[in-house]
Antibody, heavy 120, light 112 residues
Framework: QVQLQESGPGLVKPSETLSLTCAVSGASLNGYYWSWIRQPPGKGLEWIALINYSGNTFYNSSLRSRVTIARDTSKNQFSLKVMSLTAADTAVYYC??????????????WGQGALVTVSS | DIVMTQSPLSLPVTPGEPASISCRSSQSLLESSGYTYLDWYLQKPGQSPQLLIYLVSKRASGVPDRFSGSGSGTDFTLKISRVEAEDVGIYYCMQALETPLTFGGGTKVEIK
């Protein structure tokens, strides 16, 4: 059974950089695409970024200039950095596995989510 | 970017009765391969989203057969044949044809 677990600081100050990690168990990073999605309080879902088994990255253009997705295959985990934070970045951040080969295109499973609040 | 539009915003339902949610995309989700990249997710209260339906009509593992997806091109529907109390939550459609991957705004299903 594949499980994902997000970890992060919970509270960060405006203008600072957020660093989140997603630990993966039950599957190797090398076999799949992995992704970050966020959900502001009471709002819908926004896709942020993908990283594939070759280390290639894909970003939402709305966030591209401020975010970086990376992976650490030795620890079987991947990460997200978001720079220049504002209150608008306050959200629950989810990591998820993404199936992206031909004939596939879905997130499963998702992590439980990590609430990040941007406030001074 | 492909815009996903769901309706209704809110759907009060009676247990045992059917329910239907609509999702429309701003452009066709049909790829030249013949696959149509439309998924449905359910976010139960206090939980993370879970995959219900992929490629328009294929149920994810463990999803009850009262859930069904249909549609083509730009118009899609999720149907629940007989709503149960455990089906409450917010339903999202998502297009996986191209990045940025985009979600509909969600439909909140609640029991009357």
């Amino acid at each position: 059974q594949v499980q994902l677990q997000e970890s992060g600081p919970g509270l960060v100050k405006p203008s600072e950089t957020l660093s989140l990690t997603c630990a993966v168990s039950g599957a190797s990073l090398n076999g799949y695409y992995w992704s970050w999605i966020r959900q502001p309080p009471g709002k819908g879902l926004e896709w942020i970024a993908l990283i594939n088994y070759s280390g290639n990255t894909f970003y939402n253009s709305s966030l591209r200039s401020r975010v970086t997705i990376a992976r650490d295959t030795s620890k079987n985990q991947f990460s997200l950095k978001v720079m220049s934070l504002t209150a608008a970045d306050t959200a629950v951040y989810y990591c998820a596995r993404y199936f992206a080969d031909s004939g596939t295109g879905w997130f499963d499973p998702w992590g439980q989510g990590a609430l990040v609040t941007v406030s001074s | 970017d492909i815009v996903m539009t769901q309706s209704p915003l809110s759907l009060p339902v009676t247990p045992g009765e059917p329910a239907s949610i609509s999702c429309r995309s701003s452009q066709s989700l049909l790829e030249s391969s013949g696959y149509t990249y439309l998924d449905w997710y359910l976010q139960k209260p206090g939980q993370s989203p879970q995959l219900l339906i992929y490629l328009v009509s294929k149920r994810a593992s463990g999803v009850p057969d009262r859930f069904s997806g249909s549609g083509s091109g730009t118009d899609f529907t999720l149907k629940i044949s007989r709503v149960e109390a455990e089906d409450v939550g917010i339903y999202y459609c998502m297009q996986a044809l191209e990045t940025p991957l985009t979600f509909g705004g969600g439909t909140k299903v609640e029991i009357k």
